[in-house]
């Protein structure tokens, strides 16, 4: 019995329309799959330094003297409290993660 030979062919990608419009081009997207046309496994990863994450306002009820605390440890750091508020919920939301990807 011979050995198979494992051939690999590459695969053909469709060439992408010219569009006259970004609406054009939106409805294409919304309808074609992208890897007919790209090789996503050669593509650069992207990366937006200067995007911001999108936020949501939300209402939070602190007794008084929580928020004279934070506004004192802000003033010490020279940030606005709230940036403040954000940073240590996420180091704590952090701090919780790790723990139950550790089971500790």
Avoid: C
């Amino acid at each position: 019995m011979g050995k198979k030979k494992e051939t690999f062919t590459m695969m053909e990608y469709k060439k992408i329309p010219e569009f006259k419009t970004e609406d054009e081009e939106r409805e294409f997207w919304s309808t074609h799959d992208s890897s007919e046309y790209i090789d996503w496994n050669k593509a650069d990863k992207a990366t937006f330094p200067d995007l911001k994450p999108s936020t949501k306002t939300i209402s939070l009820r602190l007794p008084e003297y929580i928020l004279d605390e934070l506004k004192m440890l802000a003033h010490k750091r020279n940030v606005p409290y709230q940036s403040l508020i954000k940073t240590f919920l996420k180091d704590r939301i952090n701090e919780e993660l790790n723990k139950s990807i550790s089971g500790t």
